[in-house]
């Protein structure tokens, strides 16, 4: 009797779960699909500078993030190869991503969501840098030149997203396409290697169902269109940064 | 002060000996095997004279484009030098690495005294399970130093070592 009542608890829950699942398979790729058609991310001509006709960013769906986040994050890490650094402590090693779980303490509502560079309009990383390595790129990417990063970290303490970290240990055998040393702050780029030869970013290929990217200049690209429908909320809105990355459903 | 001049004059024979010592240490074209190099030189982005003397300029010219404006050309780009000139792994199967003799900078570093900060940073080898990662000539071509130098005088431990390390303190 008991047995038989699990049973068909379990049944239902899969069958729910089935369904969401079809439904979230389909209707998004079908957005994503239209947005590889208009050319979200068309190759740059390799010998052309960026411009800042386009500014890159993206929207992320909470909501349809069944992991939280983690499968983009490890994404990252494989991308990059961070996070191995095996002399670092815990508190030492390299986030370009992570997952935050955050908890409503009066409902105990709880929810996780994946947080790494925001990409700001006005980044706070780059007004302190001393040296002009925490740079904007013109299409709105912010990253490290670690060829003139002296290691200072000022950036670390001015970016209230705790996005960027300091390598601490010497490297070897780095990504060809993603160099990281020793003495040098790093952060999430957006992956503008794969988006200077016109490819998605590592992390939103990893979530393709809940990730919208695209060119937030252009108000018919599928992210501008996305967040005109369903919103797009920064996180610490008040410090009015206008970040690049948005997030639904926090 | 006939004694004094006659001691320096001493010194500077030592010193001129000395260095005439060092120079028949190093390798000389005969010692290497250099066909593969030399067709290898005649493909190169630029000429031979032009990369010996301005590989750096070229490098740092094509860093900042590449990082501030996101140029991506080929041309001077320091992954494809490592691409074209350097192997995945060591003759006998270990991975290269810039602190290894056989690595194709570090052999004329060494020799010429001057430290690589490239690698600190940057991958020194290729990655990829593609076998012709090569440029034209090919994988079964070889590499420079890595295949057919052996006669060589290969770098002592203590210039690889002076290559690959980061000084401490003031630059000299």
Request: aromatic content about 4%.
């Amino acid at each position: 009797m008991n047995q038989n009542r699990v049973d068909e608890y379990r049944r239902n829950f899969m069958t729910t779960l089935g369904g969401v699942a079809a439904v979230a398979a389909v209707v998004p790729s079908f957005v994503l699909q239209t947005a590889h058609a208009a050319g979200e991310v068309a190759a740059k001509p390799v010998d052309q500078a960026v411009t800042n006709a386009k500014r890159w960013g993206m929207l992320i769906d909470v909501t349809k993030l069944t992991d939280g986040g983690a499968g983009m994050v490890a994404a990252c890490k494989k991308e990059h190869g961070w996070g191995d650094e095996a002399h670092s402590a815990d508190t030492q090693k390299a986030h370009w991503a992570r997952v935050v779980k955050v908890t409503d303490k009066l409902t105990q509502n709880s929810f996780s969501l994946p947080v790494m560079c925001q990409h700001c309009e006005n980044p706070p990383c780059v007004d302190v840098c001393p040296t002009g390595a925490s740079m904007k790129r013109a299409d709105g990417i912010v990253q490290v030149n670690k060829h003139i990063c002296i290691g200072c970290r000022y950036c670390m303490m001015a970016c209230p997203y705790k996005a960027r970290s300091f390598v601490h240990e010497a490297l070897q055998d780095q990504k060809p396409h993603s160099p990281r040393g020793m003495g040098t702050v790093e952060s999430c780029n957006m992956c503008v290697h794969r988006i200077d030869a016109g490819k998605l970013p590592a992390c939103v290929e990893a979530a393709p169902d809940a990730v919208i990217f695209g060119d937030l200049n252009d108000p018919n690209s599928a992210v501008s269109q996305a967040m005109k429908t369903i919103g797009g909320k920064q996180i610490r809105a008040d410090l009015g940064l206008n970040t690049g990355v948005r997030y639904h459903g926090i | 002060m006939t004694s004094k001049f006659s001691s320096v004059f001493l010194a500077a024979t030592l010193a001129f000996a000395t260095l005439l010592a060092g120079c028949s240490k190093a390798p000389t074209e005969a010692d290497l095997n250099l066909a593969t190099a030399k067709a290898k030189a005649d493909q190169c982005v630029e000429p031979e004279s032009v990369i010996r003397t301005k590989h750096m300029d070229l490098l740092m010219h094509q860093r900042d484009a590449t990082m501030i404006e996101g140029i991506r050309t080929k041309q001077h780009s320091l992954k494809e030098c490592i691409n074209c000139h350097v192997s995945t792994t060591k003759q006998d199967g270990t991975p290269l690495h810039y602190g290894d003799k056989e690595h194709f900078c570090t052999t004329c570093h060494a020799a010429v005294g001057q430290k690589i900060d490239c690698f600190q940073c940057h991958a020194d080898r290729p990655q990829t399970d593609d076998p012709n990662y090569q440029h034209t000539v090919g994988s079964t071509a070889g590499h420079h130093f890595t295949q057919g130098v052996t006669a060589a005088a290969a770098p002592t431990a203590a210039e690889v070592q002076m290559v690959t390390q980061p000084q401490q303190g003031a630059a000299k």
